[in-house]
Each structure stands twice: as structure tokens, then as C-alpha cells.
């Protein structure tokens, strides 16, 4: 599960691994694993991630912990056709953020 990150330009890995609910090390892991993932390194070798990165980010998380995907099986999915995964990705986030939205106009009214 993800939890939304507040606006800024760069994160570091500390902030993803807490919004993602992982380990720095899982997150490493994926930036060698997974080639759409190139966070900025500062001069001390720390890892900043973009909002891009996030979005990458939560389309691996969802590949690989919510669809149940190997490693291998989400590079492949993500290389067949991206552009499609990336839409159907952000199809699913907006409708999730209606259902809490919804979920909470409902609590209101009860």
C-alpha cells in the first residue's frame, strides 16, 4: 500500500521506502533490478527520487506485490507494452481515489 507523499521535488529513499511500507534495501534492489528506475545521486552517493520515479515506483509495487508478479514477469509485462500498463496504472489510482473520496462523503452523511 502506498501513502500519498507531500509535493516536492526530490525524495530520498527513506521517505519511498516509508510511503511503500518497505525496506531502503527493497527499493535499492529495484533500482537494479527494474532499468525505468534512475534516481539522482547528491555528492554524498544518496539517492533522490523524482515524482517520475514514484510513478515507476508504484507501477512496480503494484505489479509485483498487489498482481502477485515475479520480478521477471513485471519486466516483461512492463517492456510488451508500457504505454498500456502505465494508462491502465493511473486508470486504477484515479478510481481508488474516487472510492475514498466517495467513502468519506458516505461517512459524512450517516
Known amino acids: 500500500m ?3 507523499l ?3 521535488r526530490y525524495y530520498k529513499i527513506g521517505e519511498v521506502a516509508k510511503a511503500f ?3 531502503t534495501s527493497h527499493i535499492r534492489f529495484w533500482e537494479k533490478e527494474f532499468d525505468i528506475l534512475k534516481p539522482k545521486k547528491n555528492k554524498k552517493g544518496n539517492r533522490l527520487f523524482t ?3 514514484i510513478k515507476n515506483l508504484k507501477l512496480i509495487y503494484h505489479l509485483v506485490k498487489e498482481k502477485g508478479f ?3 514477469g513485471a519486466k516483461s509485462k512492463m517492456k ?3 504505454k498500456s500498463i502505465k494508462s491502465n496504472h493511473e486508470i486504477i489510482i484515479r478510481l481508488e481515489n474516487i472510492k475514498a473520496e466517495l467513502i468519506k462523503i458516505k ?3 450517516s
Open 107 to 109: 461517512e459524512q452523511i
Open 70 to 72: 515475479t520480478l521477471e
Open 6 to 8: 507531500p509535493e516536492k
Open 80 to 82: 510488451e507494452n508500457p
Open 21 to 23: 511500507d518497505l525496506k
Open 2 to 4: 502506498f501513502v500519498d
Open 51 to 53: 515524482q517520475d520515479d
